[in-house]
């Protein structure tokens, strides 16, 4: 477990969803453009919470991915 600001990971992935594209800004007015963070390797399957394990994503895409590794989804 490595402890980080998420802006960090916000600002390396330019403020964008990583799997769709979609342009995102910290604003809870507009749910559907906040960012979260994904865990490319979920740790529910064994990925760590680190800097190079998480990745800028929007909601839908993050409730879409859910636990599943990339290569399990049709993207």
């Given at each position: 477990?490595?402890?980080?600001?998420?802006?960090?990971?916000y600002?390396?992935?330019?403020?964008?969803?990583?799997?769709?594209?979609?342009?995102l800004?910290?604003?809870?007015?507009?749910?559907?453009?906040?960012?979260t963070?994904d865990?490319?390797?979920?740790i529910?399957?064994?990925?760590?919470?680190?800097?190079?394990?998480?990745?800028?994503?929007?909601?839908?895409?993050?409730?879409?991915?859910?636990?599943?590794?990339?290569?399990?989804?049709?993207?």
């Amino acid at each position: 477990y490595e402890r980080f600001d998420k802006e960090i990971i916000y600002k390396r992935d330019g403020w964008a969803c990583v799997y769709c594209g979609k342009p995102l800004i910290k604003d809870t007015r507009h749910p559907d453009t906040v960012p979260t963070i994904d865990h490319v390797v979920p740790i529910s399957r064994g990925g760590a919470h680190i800097i190079e394990n998480c990745v800028t994503s929007c909601q839908s895409c993050n409730s879409k991915k859910h636990n599943k590794l990339l290569a399990e989804l049709n993207w």
